[in-house]
């Protein structure tokens, strides 16, 4: 597929399920935008599927639970199940480079999803947006300066925008897409 490609991880292809099942419409798989759907099932009938030829699926093995480089299904089960359906992001990436040449990613996601590819030693980049809003059971996201330096990162500097506060990270021998921090993104 043409770049960009939207990437999604789906272990156990609840997204393909719902949608060929009509229990949910997900405009992902709609909206005509180059996507591959990464899963582990064997036994999914692809052809049944009513979905774009613009999306791709593409089935890796299941891996074990190892340092935590695993995406599960669903990501708030922590640990995850015995019977969850692990994807490596490592492998992920791999195939990524492989079947379509990609070499630079941008992930978005949840704080599971930033740990795992942060543990993994994938991020040469990070922006952190700190927000001024208070929770009254506040959820930690575990996306901590230990994490972000263990995987090699370095705080270059924060700035702010709007209410918001942005850390930037990058790895040491990797240029920042722009001479002042906040020029970039």
């Not at 692990?86 to 941008?106: E, F, G, I, P």
């Not at 927000?131 to 300066?145: V, W």
Request: overall charge negative; some cysteine.
């Amino acid at each position: 597929p043409k770049q960009p490609i939207r990437v999604v991880l789906d272990p156990n292809f609840v997204l393909g399920l719902e949608q060929s099942a009509n229990e949910k419409v997900y405009q992902l798989f709609e909206d005509g935008l180059p996507t591959v759907v990464y899963h582990t099932l064997a036994d999914v009938d692809l052809e049944s599927l009513a979905i774009l030829d613009s999306v791709e699926f593409v089935r890796l093995p299941t891996v074990a639970i190892e340092h935590n480089e695993i995406i599960t299904e669903p990501a708030s089960t922590n640990p995850p199940r015995p019977d969850a359906k692990l994807l490596s992001v490592a492998n992920v990436m791999s195939d990524l480079s492989q079947r379509y040449n990609v070499k630079h990613l941008m992930v978005e996601g949840g704080a599971i999803t930033a740990q795992t590819f942060l543990r993994a030693g994938l991020v040469d980049r990070a922006l952190i947006v700190k927000a001024p809003i208070s929770f009254r059971q506040p959820l930690a996201s575990g996306i901590t300066e230990e994490l972000l330096r263990g995987a090699g990162l370095e705080l270059l500097g924060t700035y702010d925008s709007g209410a918001d506060e942005i850390e930037c990270w990058s790895r040491p021998h990797i240029a920042w897409p722009a001479q002042n921090i906040e020029e970039w993104p």
